[in-house]
Structures are given as C-alpha cells and as structure tokens.
C-alpha cells in the first residue's frame, strides 16, 4: 500500500546491482511511494549487473559513476539536478566493497593497497559523495542522505576483516558530516546497520550463512530483510524524520541490545 510519503521529492540512489540488493528494493519503494530519482552505480557494475531493467521499471535514467571518482560524481550530480528538474531531497549510499575480502586475504595478510581500496569505495566515497553535492549546492532544505553500515564497526567478526574499519569510518562522516549539513542547509545524514542481509556483497563473506543464522537466532523479531530496511529508508527519506540526524540506527530486528534469547537458551540446552 502507498501513501505517498514521497510525493514531490526527488534523489539519486546508489548501488543497485540486481533484485537482491537493498538500494533495489529501496528504489521500488521510493518510486511506489511517489519520489523520482536517478540510479547509479560504477560502470563496470552496470555492465554485469541488471540496473536497466530496474530503471524501466521505475520510469527512470540510469547515470554511471565510479563513487570514488569526484569528476564522476560531479557529472551525477549536475545531470541527476537536470534530468529531475530541480534540488535533490534524498540520497541513499548503498556501497560496499572489499578487494581483500574478494580475494580471500585473511585480517594478519591484508593487502595493504586494497585496504586503502576498501576504505576508498566502502567509507570515503560518503564523504565525497556529500562534499560534491554541498559545493554543488544540490541538496534541498531538510533533505536526507543515508548509508548503509553494519555493527562490525562496533564488534569483531572474523571475516569482516577490513570492512570493519570502513563501516566505522563510514558512521563516523556521517556524525562529522551530519553536524556541517545540519549548520548549513539543515539536510541530515545517518547510517543503518542493517541485519545481515543475502545480497551479492554479502553473501561474499565466508562464514555468511553462519553469521546470518546466528544474528537470526540472537534477534528477538528475527533478521531484518532488505524490504523492511528498504521501508526503513524510505521513512528516514520522509518528513516523519525530520529531526532525526547523525545517527547510526540499528535495524536488527533487536540484535544489537540481546544477551541472549530464549530461543537460543532452549536450543543449548537440549
Ligand atoms: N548484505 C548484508 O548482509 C549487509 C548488511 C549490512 C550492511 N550492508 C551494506 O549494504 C550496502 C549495500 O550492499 P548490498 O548488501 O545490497 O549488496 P550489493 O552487492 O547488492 O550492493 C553493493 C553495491 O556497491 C556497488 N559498488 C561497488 N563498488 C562501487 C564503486 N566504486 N562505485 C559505485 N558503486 C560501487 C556495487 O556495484 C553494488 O551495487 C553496502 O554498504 C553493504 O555493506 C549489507
């Protein structure tokens, strides 16, 4: 059911790769919800990932960017502005990728070149993404600008390896840049830390279908899907959240705050 919460606003979301992502499943949702956009994502994603028939289906165009690149980023933003006819109210960061994690490095054998990769794509590109579009002047009064985290910036996973860092980098210009953009044009900024979730990034981590059943066992409502965080986003986009900013919000389905549950108890007790 729709009600419009997006009605009137315009955005730009990043990191549609196919069906299973979130930043898919979250355009399908805005656009039910009444916002346009443009898609994007790195041009050697577009080539193997299926983002046209996402855009066809949402009425929209499709803009490459590299999001490490701000000659790339400039071009999305100025085009996006033409193309949508006005400023921007919302945009969504869902990227993430790590070339040591791809390529199987374990934490202590970190290719160091690839770390800076990592934090490059994963968390600077956040920033990068915000400084483009304040110098730009892009954004519209009370927009909002999301990313998506995961709560191995705050805990040790073995396989999350330089990842971990990039999300805690990533929260972090969300705080640093939050408090500018409040001062400046009153456009907040926060990051989700979203369940895990089976999309290709994440079922690129070894162990995921370990992690995934146990964040599932540890969550008193369950894993959260991409389609409750795709409403979750779609909430934080709209005028219900206006105060709301420089936060990292927890979309866990209670993970974050449980010692242990029942269920779990029950199950090492057999
Ligand atoms: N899947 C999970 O378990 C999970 C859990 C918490 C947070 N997240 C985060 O959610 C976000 C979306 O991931 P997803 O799970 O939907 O997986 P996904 O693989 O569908 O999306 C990742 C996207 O990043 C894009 N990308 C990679 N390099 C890029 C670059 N240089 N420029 C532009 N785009 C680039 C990819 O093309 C892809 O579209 C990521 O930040 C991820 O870390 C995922």
């Not at 900024?189 to 895990?196: E, L």
Request: aromatic share 10%; with cysteine.
């Amino acid at each position: 059911m729709s009600y419009n919460l997006l009605k009137g606003k315009r955005g730009i979301i990043f990191g549609a790769l196919d069906e299973n992502s979130i930043a898919w499943k979250t355009a399908l949702k805005v656009y039910e919800e009444g916002g346009v956009f443009t898609l994007t994502n790195a041009p050697i994603a577009m080539r193997m990932g299926k983002i046209n028939e996402l855009a066809a289906a949402c009425k929209t165009e499709v803009i490459p960017a590299d999001a490490t690149s701000e000659q790339d980023l400039n071009t999305l933003f100025s085009k996006s502005e033409l193309v949508l006819g006005g400023k921007l109210d919302f945009v969504l960061h869902s990227i993430g990728m790590s070339p040591n994690i791809r390529k199987g490095k374990e934490y202590g054998d970190l290719n160091y070149d690839w770390f800076l990769k990592t934090i490059d794509i994963s968390a600077l590109s956040f920033h990068k993404m915000m400084q483009v579009a304040e110098k730009l002047d892009s954004m519209n009064e009370w927009g909002s600008i999301v990313a998506l985290s995961y709560i191995a910036a705050q805990r040790a996973y073995p396989d999350y390896t330089d990842m971990s860092q990039a999300k805690a980098m990533l929260e972090s210009i969300a705080r640093s840049y939050g408090a500018r953009y409040a001062r400046l044009k009153k456009v907040r900024v926060n990051t989700i830390s979203q369940s895990p979730t089976r999309t290709t990034a994440g079922a690129g981590i070894s162990g995921f279908d370990a992690f995934f059943d146990f964040a599932d066992m540890m969550s008193p409502l369950g894993n959260a899907s991409a389609e409750d965080c795709a409403n979750y986003i779609v909430s934080l986009f709209s005028d219900f959240t206006r105060m709301v900013t420089m936060q990292n919000l927890m979309h866990d389905g209670g993970f974050s705050s449980t010692g242990i549950t029942q269920s779990l108890i029950d199950r090492l007790s057999k």
